[in-house]
Nanobody
Framework: QVQLVESGGGSVQAGGSLRLSCVAS??????MGWFRQAPGKEREGVAA????????SYVDAVKGRFTISRDNTKNTLYLQMNSLKPEDTAVYYC????????????????????WGQGTQVTVSS
């Protein structure tokens, strides 16, 4: 049973930074991703990373501002968020893929089978 626990959310002013962490237990060693969901909107993929950490993908809205990384020795996924904007406000979720999407580092939520409980990120102008 895979369990994911996110931390690091909070409230910041526009232009600020936050670092999200996600610790995985019972971890299947597949691609992992960060997703977000704002009120009244669908959940969207923000960033994803391959099992080894070699390959990454980002939604256009965060390219150049967010960086996804993972430490497989600690079973931990990170999302460094810089130059935050009010439109980044959402609940952020980490997720782990499973086969057949294990190696896809996809931004599609349907690829992911295991989800954390989410952490709130609020950016004020």
């Amino acid at each position: 049973q895979v369990q994911l626990v996110e931390s690091g959310g909070g409230s910041v002013q526009a232009g600020g930074s936050l670092r999200l962490s996600c610790v995985a237990s019972g971890y299947p060693g597949c691609s992992m991703g960060w997703f977000r969901q704002a009120p009244g909107k669908e959940r969207e993929g923000v960033a994803a990373i391959s099992p080894s950490g070699t390959y990454t993908s980002y939604v256009d809205a965060v390219k150049g501002r967010f960086t996804i990384s993972r430490d497989n020795t600690k079973n931990t996924l990170y999302l460094q968020m810089n130059s935050l904007k009010p439109e980044d406000t959402a609940v952020y979720y980490c997720a782990v893929a499973s086969r057949p999407g294990c190696y896809s580092y996809s931004l599609q939520p349907s690829t992911y089978n295991y989800w954390g409980q989410g952490t709130q990120v609020t950016v004020s102008s």
